[in-house]
Nanobody, 126 residues
Framework: QVHLVESGGGSVQTGGSLRLSCVVSTIAYTRRCMGWFRQAPEKEREGVATIYGGGGTPYYSESVKGRFTISQDTTAKAVHLQMNSLKTEETRMYYC???????????????????WGQGTQVTVSS
């Protein structure tokens, strides 16, 4: 079983920054894909950024490239999402997720992730 707990959400003005963190309880962190996703009410969940626990190139959605950065601390089994230049339309619930054991290739599709945190709300106001 994998347990994920997010933190760091909140309210910020347009152009501001937030850093989300997720602590992952698992004995095989480096063999899983980790990702951040977001979802607006009555909309589909979309991938924001993913990274392989064992290292490698992260994946980003086109809409956040250059503004968001995913990083991880494998010792602490934590994954972070630094979000800069936030826009009002990025007001969503943000979720941390982990895949089952994997060899990499962490694409942005939510269907590839099995375990999910409870989510943290990000609100961007003008």
């Amino acid at each position: 079983q994998v347990h994920l707990v997010e933190s760091g959400g909140g309210s910020v003005q347009t152009g501001g920054s937030l850093r989300l963190s997720c602590v992952v309880s698992t004995i095989a962190y480096t063999r899983r894909c980790m990702g951040w996703f977001r979802q607006a009410p009555e909309k589909e969940r979309e991938g924001v950024a993913t990274i392989y626990g064992g290292g490698g190139t992260p994946y980003y959605s086109e809409s956040v490239k250059g503004r968001f950065t995913i990083s991880q601390d494998t010792t602490a089994k934590a994954v972070h999402l630094q979000m800069n230049s936030l826009k009002t339309e990025e007001t969503r619930m943000y979720y941390c997720a982990s895949s089952s054991k994997s060899n990499g290739g962490c694409n942005l599709g939510p269907q590839g992730f099995r375990y999910w945190g409870q989510g943290t709300q990000v609100t961007v106001s003008s």
